[in-house]
Every structure is written in structure tokens, then in C-alpha cells.
């Protein structure tokens, strides 16, 4: 026991969509420290709160998970958390909630928690919803089977929550009253002998405690550690002592998942008449109403495409007043900064790389704190649960569930707020997976792109007197990039990012009204995450940008009074307009020639530079993104040296199409290397979209110029 000047510690844990993270809010105020565990992208929350007899306590937010199997980073982490293995010290106490209204599914995370040995206090919440449900449940009977202390509780109102914290503050004075005595672990036979012969295995330093903590352990291995798992870091000789059990029970015709379910469930089987009791005749909920329409195959998907479309038309177009400001007052600190420093290399670096990159960080921000509003919000009402469900028919075709839908759909409006929402999948394949096809969707930053070459090469014709030619081909652009997303999730999942196909298996809550100051915590704390730490990646790589588009500074000319041309040349000199030239026999094959190519390296600072970099190349200057027409006029007179232009629709389709699929984002690339905790996977990002984007080029431009398009 700790001495009692020590913080108390606490792990609270629970499945998803139990009013966890509302319960830790009324505990502790609100105000939580947010960090990762060590190694990992998952974030981990904690808050204090004071109880009467043990004083101030330290509440841990658990990852809400199903169960402790160790088939995803939250479950690891929630097993890690709650038996305090690893790095993570011990808790002096489990605070687990669970849904009055689906209790039986609830106990099975319940029994796995109990076995470990941790006292342990179990919080039924939402039992105003009960008579809803035509439900009672007896919490002094269950408290009687399980041998811990169980209190009913409703986390919306605070008022509810004083025995709560009477019986925390006994277990946390008294641990033994919070370790059960029930058992349902075999005494023997073949499944007893698996968990003798695993145990064996543990670290010593793991089953210090009660003797059925040794037990507990070797059933979380045998239901974690198989030949796909994802972990390494497990000790050798437990991983071998695994895989030998797994195999001998496979040999005899055993299925040892099965064998571990049947166990918990047959102890919740054979108890839960007496402490779960339903009455007969009760009405249609109001929960059940709504998901007739919410979950129809054709209603239910027109309401969810007008609710995405509002989510959609939020992070196109509501958040470019704020990313407007934002700009402006970085542009208006830069204009001071120039008019008071005096010119020099510093003053340069200064502008153009260390304000410039930090602007390119926060511009970010009004579209990540819509998208994780609207996530947080359809979340917390439980909608974002009937989405999953609702697209899981349409994205298993490829290997994915229904929860990778709304991340690629955010792509369209830019990749890194769509990367971060990945977090709401709870397999790390399927977000690996998810996360290598959304730079592959439109986003917005690509439209200046598209804007500029259409309208410089297609004229404003109608198809078929009908159809204009110009929106036509955007909207074209559009359904390639998607088609193209599902083909590659498709190919990946089936090659490089295998996996077993996992059915999408989750808790439908039931609706309820967002706990605001929960939305709010989720949108502030995963925004101040992507400043303080993508953002110091993108703005490193947005320096490296600048010196290699300014040196050496030899090469630069004497400014003139034609400032375009000086401009111009000294691009052309600087190493990116080397590296330009280097690559334009890699570049020429697809129609695009060495000014292109410089064009394509200043892309990479963020795809929209391409439009004020062509403008410097064509010597307009800098703000020429903002007066587009001039560089379409030279865009369309720009010749090569056969006299024969540089421009033609086929080029810009060749140019369109390398856009729509090449990974130059280096925003993008940051993102996925702090999701993906690894640079691998970026790597692999760029190269894989770099090759495939060269490919698509190449096929149509040689392939137009085979049937004389060119």
C-alpha cells in the first residue's frame, strides 16, 4: 500500500459508448493533462479529483475498448493501463463503467478486469434509461456474485455520483474489498493445461499479486499473441510458449478463442437471471424508431450523405474566413517585419522560412477544429456508430469497415485533419491502411492547381450544348481520385497492409443529447496535439523548402527593374531549379518539361505553391497566385524549341491527373509520420503515389499521343 502522503492512482476504463469520457469530465472538472504513452500515437488523459478519506487522486482515461485481447493499440495500451505492465505503474484502483442497458455484453471486460487481481469498483451507468428499456438490474445481487463493490450511477447528473465516491474511497482504503473471490477459471482440463503451460512463460516481475492474477495473464496471451499480431515487444519465451499451446490445440481441433469466450460468457450465462431481470410488452424505444431511418439502406444513406455534405461544406467553406484571417495576420506581421529589419539573409530566413512556416502549420487549425467538432458531436449522440455500420456494406468489398469512410471523405478537404480522424478506428492496420489512401482523394488545396490548367486550357464550352466542359472535368477529377483511393485501399490490403478480415463488431448506443464539455475537449486537446507536434515536422520541412528555392546565392543575378525575370533566374539557378533541370528526362516522357519540374518541387511545400512558383518561373512574380490570368495567358504562349506549345489539353490532363494522385504534401507526409510513429510508412506514401501518379501520366499522355491527341 502507498504511503498516505502518495497520489492515489486510478485507471478508468469501460467499452466504447458508455458515457466514459462523460463520468471522467464530472470527476475531475474538466481539466485534464493530455500525453501519449511512451512508444505510441495513442493519447493518454488524466485529471484529479479529491475524495474525503484518501485525498487527492489521479484519474487515468483508459482507451475504451471491448476487451483486454491485445488485437489493437487500445487494447494493448487499456491492458498495459489497467494491470499496470511494462512502463506503466500499477493503479491502486479500476473504476469501470458499463451500460445498464446492455450489462451482459458489459461484464465480459468486467470478468477481465477482475481476474487480474486489481481492486476494482464497477459504476452501472445510464440506469435512467432502464425503464426505456423494460430493464431492472439488481447492482447489490451483482455485487454479491462478483465480490466487488458495484454502484448505479447516471454520469449526466452529478448528484448521482456521491456513493460512487464513498465506494472508491473504501476500495482505495481497504484495496481487499475491491479483489474478488468468485472464480471461473478451469481447474482442469485441456484448456487449464494451456493456461498452466503460459503461465510458466510470464515475467515474474507481471503475476506479482494474487495467485489467479498468474492465470488472468496467460489467458490475455493466448487470446493476443498469434501468428498476425501486430506487437513485437512481448518477451521471446512467452511468444514460443503461445504458439505452441495455439498449435496444439489447433492439432487436437480446438479453437482457444472460443474456448476463452465460452468461459467468461458461461460464468455471465449462468448468473445474469439473477441480477438482470426484462419485462415482456414494452414499447418501440425512441432509439429503435430513429434507427429504422437511420439505418435503411437508401434513407439511411441520403441522410448520412447530407449530414457529410454539411461536414463537407463546413471544412470547404466555413472555415475560410478564419484560415483568410489567419493568413492575413501573418502576412501583416511579415509586411512589418520587412519594413523595420533591413535586408539581409536573416531577414529572408526570417520572412520567408520561419513566419511563412508557421503560418503553414495553423492554417490548419479551423478545418481540424471543425472536423473533430463534427466527429466529437456525432460520436457523443451516438450517430457516428450508425455511419460505421451503415458504410461497412460498401467499404468490406476492400478490405476495410465502415469507419474508414468518414476520414477519406474529410480528404476532400484536406489530408491532415482526415489523417488525425483516423483515431476513431481501433485497429492499426486499418488505420495504416486508411491512412495510405487518403492523400489520394481531392483536397482542396489542389483546386488552385486544377483551376489554373483548366481555365488556361479548356475552353468554356458545353458539352453537348448541355454539360459545361470546364466543371464537367473537375467533377471528373473528383470521381477518378475516389475510384482510384478504393482500388489501391483494395490492392494494399490485399498485398502490403494484410490482415484478417475483421467484421465490424461495435455497440450501437443509444442516441442522447452531446456532453458539450466533453466535444469541446476532444476538439481542443487533438488540435494542441497536431501544433505541437506534426507542426514542428511541417515546419522544419517547410524550411528545408525555402534554402533549397534560395541557394546558392551565387547563382542569383542583379535585381533589375524587370524583378520577374531576376526572379526567374534566380529559381532556375537555386538547387531547386537544378533539381528541375536534373529531372526533366524523367519529366518529358509525361509531357511536362523543366519548368514544370520546378514547379512540381515547390508543390511539395504544399500543393497550391505550384500556381505562385509557374508565376516566378514565367518571371510574374510573386503574388501572381492572386492574378491567375496573366500566368494563363502564359501558360497557353509558352513554346518549346521546335515551336510546337509546351500546353495542351492532353499535357494538362497528364498534369491534372499526376496531381490528383502524387503525394506532394509535405504537411501530409508529417501527419503520417506522427500517426504512424515510424518515417517507413510516409516513405512509402511518397514513393508508392510518386510511381503511380508517373505511371497514370505516362499512360496518357504516350496513350493520347498514339491516337494523334497530342
Partial sequence: MKAASATRRIALAGNPNTGKSTLFNRLTGGRARVANYPGLTVEKESGTFRLSKSGLVELVDVPGTYSLSARSAEERIAMLAIAGLDSEPRPDAVLLIVDATSLERNLYLALQIVELGVPTVIAVNMVDMLAERNLTIDAQELARRLGIPVVPISAKSTDSLAPLLEALDDVL?????????????????????DLEAVGQSLPATWCEGPAVRRSALAAWALASIDDQDEFTDIPLDLRRAVRDRRGLARAAGRDLDLDLTRMRYGWIDQNAAHFVRRRAGGAVTSTDRIDRVLLHPLVGFGVFLLVMGIVFQSLFSWSNPAIGWIESVFASVRDYLAGVLPPSLVTEFLLDGVIEGVGSVLVFLPQILLLFFFLALMEDSGYLARVAVLMDRVMRSIGLHGKAFVPMMSGFACAVPAILA?????????????????????????????????????????????LP???????????????????VAGVLGKTLVRGPRIPLLMELPPYRMPHWLSVARKMLTRSRMFVTEAGGIILVCTIVMWFGLTFPRAAQVETTADTGTSSAAALEGSYAGRLGRAIEPVLEPLGFDWKIGIGLVGAFAAREVFVSTMG???????????????????????????????????????????????????????????????????????AYTLVLAWGTSFFIYQGGRMLGLG
Avoid at 482504503?173 to 484448456?191: N, Q
Avoid at 492496420?429 to 479548356?458: E, G, K, Q
Avoid at 504534401?665 to 508529417?670: E, G, R
Fill in 173 to 193: 482504503e481497504t484495496p481487499g474489498i475491491g479483489v474478488s473471490g468468485a472464480e471461473w477459471m478451469p481447474k482442469a482440463g485441456p484448456l487449464s493445461e
Fill in 616 to 686: 516566378v518561373v514565367y518571371g510574374l512574380g510573386e503574388d501572381q497566385d492572386e492574378q491567375s490570368m496573366g500566368l494563363q495567358g502564359h501558360i497557353r504562349a509558352e513554346m518549346r524549341a521546335d515551336g510546337k506549345p509546351v500546353y495542351t489539353p492532353l499535357v494538362g490532363i497528364s498534369l491534372m491527373a499526376f496531381f490528383a494522385l502524387a503525394c506532394q504534401c509535405m504537411s501530409t507526409l508529417a501527419i503520417v509520420r506522427r500517426e504512424s510513429n515510424s518515417w517507413k510508412w510516409p516513405a512509402f506514401l511518397f
Fill in 469 to 487: 466542359m470546364q466543371g464537367l472535368l473537375m467533377v471528373c477529377l473528383y470521381v477518378f481520385s475516389t475510384c482510384m483511393a478504393l482500388v
Fill in 422 to 466: 483516423t483515431r476513431t478506428m481501433e485497429r492499426r492496420r486499418d488505420r495504416l491502411l486508411t491512412m495510405l489512401v487518403i492523400p489520394l482523394m481531392t483536397c482542396s488545396a489542389r483546386l488552385p492547381v486544377y483551376t489554373l490548367i483548366i481555365a488556361a486550357l479548356f475552353p468554356p464550352d458545353r458539352l453537348f450544348g448541355l
